[in-house]
């Protein structure tokens, strides 16, 4: 089982390896095309903010790359924010496998709620093999300030400020909005099933 990370100027990389060792899978992080065309598994994560994220992916075609890979892609938190459409973060034009737009949390002046959202959420309306065994109202681990709407690719639900897209699903490709590699044995699990897709 050959799992690459994609390199690229977001960070994180270095958590998601570590939880992958967790569960006693390894992986290379490369940004080399033959290397992340010829993997088993393609993870996409990411900490940043999505227009350089996206210029950089532009400047070294990873871009197209991506949108054409075949095998399971997981996308995890700006990484599945830049599978989106569109950011309203700096009106960025994303790479668009799944239709939803990404939006800033804008709560209302009755919402006590600070934006970044950070900290432990639950998900629930899970409907994908990438939750087998995972429990409806799982917590998970956040740190985000823009947020995937609801669609017809949205596969799990959080709610902070509205209701929203904690997981996407469209062919090969999944999205996760929390960290799994933060979200102790609830993420630890969904990347097991990930690597088991």
């Given amino acids: 089982m050959k799992i690459v990370i994609i390199k690229y100027n977001a960070g994180n990389i270095q958590s998601v390896l570590f939880a992958l060792e967790r569960i006693d ?3 290379e992080v490369t940004d080399d095309p033959e290397r992340i065309q010829g993997a088993d598994k393609v993870i996409f994560p990411g900490v940043g903010e999505a227009s350089s994220a996206m210029n950089y992916l532009k400047e070294r075609k ?34 668009g496998i799944f239709s939803e737009q990404v939006k800033k949390f804008q709560p209302s002046p009755g919402q006590s709620l600070k934006v970044p959202q950070t900290g432990w959420n639950n998900i629930y309306d899970l409907k994908s093999a990438l939750f087998t065994g995972i429990a409806e109202n799982s917590f998970c681990y956040c740190v985000h300030g823009y947020y995937a709407g609801l669609g017809e690719t949205t596969i799990a639900k959080t709610d902070y400020v509205q209701p929203y897209s904690s997981a996407l699903h469209r062919g090969n490709f999944y999205g996760v909005q929390f960290h799994p590699e933060k979200s102790a044995s609830v993420g630890e699990n969904i990347l097991r099933n990930f690597i088991q897709l």
């Fill in 25 to 27: 899978a390894s992986a």
């Fill in 62 to 95: 990873l871009d197209a790359l991506i949108r054409n890979l075949n095998q399971p892609v997981l996308g995890v938190c700006l990484g599945m924010q830049l599978l989106c459409r569109h950011s309203e973060e700096n009106d960025t034009e994303c790479l």
